[in-house]
């Protein structure tokens, strides 16, 4: 079956500390993985995507077709990084998503 | 200039009602979505359409109806509200492969459904 799974709800850390966010996903065929961010009233927009290789805002996502996963990191967490994260899967011609994880960040 | 509007923003109405949430796209892209987020902020895909056509039809109650009077278009009926409706509806686009941005999908800002 196809799914993506964020285990985190919710992700609370200090500013300066480093943040990751987890994603695990179960598709049969060849992965094809995003990063998605909604910051407060604000529309959800693309964070990253894994052929791009490219680390935006700081953070960088590697997938690993052996774990399958896709964590989303970045080494210091800033407060404007609070958010709402979405992991995605590109399955035919959609995405489905996550659950999505809360990131919290106060100084 | 936004690129994917959404009308309306917000919309309370009671069971039983039909209701329409509009959407519309100037990115020049071919494929368009409906998801729905629900209250513990889950996104779902209830349908995708590519060019006009029927793509993707996830198993949403028929009393959802899907219509695209133009690519540029994607407009979602509901019949016969029911309170588990409630939520926000977020409509997307995206450029068809093999453009470098097919896959990439840019949202509305979401129109928040309440019914009562």
């Known amino acids: 079956a196809q799914r993506v799974t964020q285990p985190e709800k919710l992700l609370s850390v200090f500013k300066g500390a480093p943040v990751e966010l987890k994603c695990n996903y179960s598709y049969s065929g060849s992965p094809e993985l995003f990063w998605y961010v909604q910051y407060s009233r604000q529309r959800l927009q693309l964070l990253l995507r894994h052929i791009s290789r490219e680390s935006i805002k700081g953070f960088t996502a590697d997938l690993n077709k052996g774990e399958t996963s896709f964590h989303l990191k970045k080494p210091f967490a800033q407060e404007e990084d609070s958010a709402m994260y979405y992991c995605?899967?590109?399955?035919?011609?959609?995405?489905?998503f996550g659950k999505g994880t809360t990131l919290s960040v106060s100084s | 200039d936004t690129a994917v509007s959404q009308t309306p923003k917000y919309l309370v109405t009671q069971m039983g009602n039909d209701k329409s949430i509009k959407c519309e796209q100037n990115l020049g892209h071919d494929t368009m979505y409906w998801y729905k987020q629900d209250s513990k902020k889950f996104l779902k895909i209830m349908f995708s359409y590519n060019n006009k056509e029927l793509i993707i039809n996830e198993t949403v109650p028929n009393r959802f109806s899907p219509k695209s009077p133009d690519k540029a278009h994607l407009n979602l009926h509901i019949n016969s509200l029911e309170l588990g409706d409630s939520a926000v509806y977020f409509c997307a686009s995206s450029p068809r492969e093999p453009s470098t941005g097919a896959n990439v999908l840019t949202f509305g800002a979401g129109s928040r459904l309440t019914v009562l």
């Open positions: 995605a899967l590109r399955t035919g011609t959609a995405l489905i």
